[in-house]
């Protein structure tokens, strides 16, 4: 089932947050595109980890509606058990049916085997797998267009170790085999399913010394950007990706 072009799509992307992050990149991407954007924030996140709420949240809509789309936001909590439904809600109240979601939504704490507690591993599970899971399969029972459906997740590095990050990994990983075996529960349905891996990626959260650490790996001399995830989230949403699904894409830059 290809995409209907005559038909406006709607994209929700969860986890925009911050100007420099891949949400926001994403939002832009896809706006490019003449796509509206519905995107979700939670501020408490982002002053419990990076000890800022910048003011991406007010700033995008007017950045994106100058692209000439529609763009709406809400702030929710992808921790609690109604989060999808409250954003489905939304989103069809405000902008229409999306056709497109985009699962980028995030809790990552450092751990470790000597720090890992039930406490750290529920508020990774709750965010990165329920969350990620819940609004998924809300978005696919709803979907009612002719045209194709996408949902794309966003992983991590899972498939390499790790270390001191034993529940952000192991939850990402979840999502890579939800991905698989959902992309085959959905197919019939029009509706691909892929996950991208956008490996390190410079988004503000770096400290210098990790990122020598990481150019000294780089096979391009460079550290991912945000805008490197977006441009192939941005394919995976169009028509010219309508027969690639179940697949993981490593978008490292060779690392």
């Known amino acids: ?113 000597e720090q890992l507690t039930a406490e750290i591993l529920d508020a990774h599970y709750t965010v990165n797998m329920r969350g990620t899971f819940l609004l998924s399969v809300e978005f696919a029972r709803r979907f009612s267009s002719t045209s194709g459906g996408r949902i794309v997740n966003l992983v991590s590095g899972q498939d390499w170790p790790m270390p001191h990050e034993l529940a952000y990994a192991s939850t990402k990983g979840a999502i890579a085999a939800f991905t698989i075996s959902l992309s085959a529960d959905l197919a019939s349905r029009g509706i691909t399913v892929n996950a991208v891996d956008p490996g390190a990626t410079d988004t503000g959260w770096m400290s210098e010394e990790l990122k020598r650490e990481l150019l000294a790996k780089a096979p391009f001399g460079r550290l991912g950007q945000p805008e490197d995830a977006a441009r192939l989230i941005a394919f995976l949403a169009s028509e010219e990706a309508r027969w690639i699904t179940g697949q993981i894409l490593h978008s490292r830059g060779g690392m």
């Open 1 to 113: 089932m290809g995409l209907n072009t005559t038909q406006k799509r709607i994209a929700i992307v969860t986890g925009v947050s911050r100007d420099r992050g891949i949400g926001t990149a994403i939002c832009k991407a896809l706006a490019s595109m003449n796509i509206d954007i519905f995107f979700t924030h939670w501020g408490s996140y982002d002053q419990e980890v990076y000890g800022t709420h910048d003011e991406t949240r007010r700033d995008l809509p007017t950045a994106l509606r100058a692209l000439g789309v529609r763009c709406e936001g809400m702030e929710v909590d992808m921790s609690h058990p109604q989060a999808a439904t409250q954003i489905m809600d939304e989103i069809e109240a405000r902008l229409g049916s999306p056709t497109i979601l985009v699962n980028n939504a995030a809790y990552s704490v450092s751990d470790g085997y």
